[in-house]
């Protein structure tokens, strides 16, 4: 990794944060629930950098959101300040996996398409995890089942995959954003 890249990193964390924080502000959907399209720049990330990249910017942008719903909290844990930042850091590893392993960045056809399900699929590992946090840790750690928000997370959580899937694929096949991170991350990889 050199510092082209470390550069990115910084740049789709602060990116991240940025969304995540005007997002929620702007959204609130009810107590300890809001928009978060903070997984923009983790896709980004994650499918021009590779899994470290993905995984290190989503450690990023787990930061604001694990602090607003950790010690800023009426629970005061910093159990999220933890747990949010790996949530969001296996969207991005699991991103830049499926990302090489389907080889979108070497496709001209359909690239756009595939993007899709990419981005849907990204999404599982950190929603497994979420499952895990609110029924499992946070019990263990706080005694406070977050059942009740969980129900309103997830299908929350999935509207925005699907709205950020197709942002993605937009993107994706945007050849003047390509064009740009091309000669941001791409040259740098050699």
């Not at 990249?53 to 950790?70: E, K, M, N, S």
């Not at 499926?98 to 981005?119: D, G, H, M």
């Not at 950020?164 to 040259?187: D, K, T």
């Amino acid at each position: 990794m050199n510092s082209k890249h470390i550069a990115f990193i910084a740049l789709m964390g602060a990116l991240g944060n940025i969304l995540f924080l005007l997002s929620s502000l702007l959204v609130p959907i009810v107590p300890g629930v809001s928009l978060d399209l903070s997984h923009i720049p983790t896709f980004i990330a994650a499918i021009y950098g590779g899994p470290l990249v993905g995984f290190l910017t989503g450690l990023l942008i787990g930061i604001l959101p694990g602090i607003q719903y950790g010690p800023l909290s009426p629970s005061g844990s910093l159990l999220a300040l933890v747990a949010l930042p790996i949530g969001k850091s296996l969207t991005g590893i699991t991103a830049g996996l499926l990302c090489e392993f389907f080889q979108i960045n070497e496709r001209k056809a359909n690239r756009s398409l595939l993007t899709i399900p990419l981005v849907l699929l990204s999404y599982v590992p950190e929603c497994l995890f979420t499952i895990f946090y609110f029924t499992v840790l946070l019990p263990y750690v706080i005694g406070v089942v977050g059942a009740f928000q969980l129900a309103f997370i997830l299908p929350k959580a999935w509207l925005e995959m699907a709205f950020m899937s197709f942002f993605m694929a937009a993107l994706v096949g945007n050849n003047g954003f390509n064009s740009f991170i091309e000669n941001f991350i791409v040259q740098s990889k050699g």
